[in-house]
Structure formats: structure tokens, C-alpha cells
């Protein structure tokens, strides 16, 4: 990463987890298996204090900074910092639906999508109000549940305009 610092070459126990894995993301996350849990903050970024332990993290913030969005979209020309999120992005166009749930038939082009939905079977209810205590099962549940406690009204009638 132009401009990035880098202090150590060599994270412990890379040698651990080489040529273990059928892709570079399971090869991340055995790393962070093997890889002491308080990584230090190797790469700083060149523009403000902010500090991460990975090249692609640093990488990714200083394009916050940037604005450079290399990877577009071949269907809608939408433009990405990330390949990841070009990735993610595709399956509009696509259809395709990678996230499958265990008890249900329903199937998720995203995983935050599905590990909302499997709250429906498990019932759990991780978003607590901090003023009335009651919980919902997402977050966007719970900021609309705000505004009672606001009295903040967004929307406005589109024949009134109240």
C-alpha cells in the first residue's frame, strides 16, 4: 500500500496456516485463529492517526480519504472502492443468492440478510431501546422504535403534506 508503514513483515504462524485453505478468505480467517487475539496496529494510515494490523485495511480506509474507486460494475457502471463490494453488488444483477437458511427454504444474496432472518426462528432479540428496554430483532426495528420516545416524524403526506 503506497504510503502505508509497514513494521513487521511477517505475522506468527503464517507458516501454520499456508497452502491450507481453498481461498484467500479462509486463509484469513485461519490466520486470526493462529494469530495472537490483540494484533499490533502495523499500518498507519498517511492521511489521519487511524492505525489498522492489515495492508487491505489500511488500504481500504485511506480510500475514505481518496475517493478512488477502481472496480465498476459491467451490468449499471456503479462504481467500487472494493472488490468485495463489486462482488456483493453483481448479485443484484445476477440473482444469485449464496446464503441459504438451515430450517427455512429461504435463500439471501447477502449474509447480514440471512443472519437477520434466522433471528425469526431463534427469537433472538439483539437491539435493545435504552429508554423502554424492549428489543427487536434488528436494527432498523429498533430506529423506528425510536422516534416514539423522539416524537421525530421523517415522512410526509404526499396529498397534505403533513
Known sequence: VPGA???????????DAKGKQSSENDLFTA???IAPP???KKYECQFCPFSC???TGI???????TGEKPFSCRVCHRVFALKFNLKV??????GEKPFRCETCPKAFSHKSTL???VRIHTGERPFRCQTCHMAFAGSSDLMRHRRVHTGDK?????????
Not at 5 to 14: R, S
Not at 89 to 94: L, Q, V, Y
Open 89 to 94: 453488488h453483481e448479485r443484484i444483477h445476477t
Open 38 to 40: 490483540h494484533r499490533e
Open 115 to 117: 443472519q437477520a432472518h
Open 53 to 55: 494490523a492489515e495492508t
Open 154 to 162: 421523517p415522512y410526509r403526506c404526499g396529498t397534505c403534506g403533513a
Open 31 to 33: 490466520w486470526q485463529e
Open 59 to 65: 488500504k481500504k480506509h485511506e480510500m475514505t480519504h
Open 5 to 15: 508503514i509497514k513494521v513487521e513483515q511477517k505475522a506468527p504462524g503464517c507458516e
